[in-house]
């Protein structure tokens, strides 16, 4: 117990992946072990996720941490001073406790997802254990499908397209290195054929290719299009995955599809939907309706979740009460799990492990705004999640959460498993 005592805990402003502020925090220990975490920050966020504390005003857009850095030099490391870092679920308790509010405004969600991720950093480091290996406690573990963008739209592309993220699992791959192996080449199909066609307009905020396509479905064309071109058989071997993120743009019971040029009611927008997964080798739809929209959670779940994977983010902002509520309505059969939206790496955990329960596919999650931070590779193995989503296969801050994980499928040699088709609900 001495030596997994909290001796210090600071926080610094750092730069995102979008040159915004976010906050770090660096936790030392009694025992001279010490850990350290970046916040992350997303665009498409739900309505009930726990709420970064900003600076407001005109500086950075009133993006600025100082009063989150300051919430973590002031109440929470006074606060924190002493206790025991192994015990993770007692810090995050008094964090939570500590802030007082239900979507954590008053510290600040940054703040605090940054401390309570710096202390398990640290307390993996005073078990001399990499963190996976410190959060699996040696019991089973599989290497995560990858789920990786190669088209970003909406929030994350000015809403280019309306459809946010255009993703490929390779789930017949037999390893991660694999996995990434095939994504590569699929990426680099797809980019020769967007220069040909004329199409290319850069990448997006995640660092998949900004697309210039007429029409939604247009992405989901050039993408079977260059999984074949990279000589992959669509379905059998490399599926799509889509974060359709439809609150951005609409909500229960009507869906503007801007560049389509229509609008769509509940059913329409199922409809529509399903009219991509009978056509295009569909595995997994993120998000299909509004976050508010329960009925059309429940007739698209229950219209395509014994063939399609049906996965819960802004619907279910990993809070585990929530995924038991749509578990017992049959509203999804998958959960994102993002450390910062729920709020705590204990509170994070319990999503994830209600989402087992019901027998839900569970994905660790990055946000569309990161950093050099590989803490989800971490949780995505040590938790056994099955599924990690980092975002595209450029920009480093995403390749550093695909590398880690490649090391840690070294590290674990012969024992690794890689997760593959078991990592979806419906192939259970
Ligand atoms: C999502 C994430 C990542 P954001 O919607 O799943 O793509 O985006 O971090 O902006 O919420
Ligand atoms: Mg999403």
Redesign the pocket.
Known sequence: MTDTRIARLYGRRVWDSRGRPTVEVEAHLEGGAAGRAIAPA????GRGEALDLRDGGSRFGGLGVDRAVGSVNGEIASALLGQDAADQESVDTLLVKLDGTEDRSRLGGNAIVATSMAILHAAAAASKKPLWLHLSGGGPVRIPLPEIQIFGGG??ADRRVDV??FMVMCPAATSFAEALEWTAEIYRATGSLMRKAGKSGGVAD?GGFWPDFDSNEEALETLTRAIEAAGFRPSDQVGISL?V?ASQFGDAGRYRLALDNRTLDTERLIDLLGSWIEKYPILSV?DPVGENDHDGMREFTHRYGNRCQVIG?DYLVTDARRVEAAAAAHAANAV?VKPNQAGTVTEALAALQAGKKAGFGTIV????GESEDVTIAHLSVGWDAGQLKV?SFTRSERMAKWNEVLRIEEALGTTAEFSGWSALPYHA
């Not at 997303?42 to 966020?45: D, E, H, L, M, V």
């Not at 999650?365 to 569309?368: K, L, N, W």
């Open positions: 997303g665009a498409s966020t929030a994350h946010q993220d995640e974060d993120a993120e983010d994102l999650s990055a946000r569309s975002g």
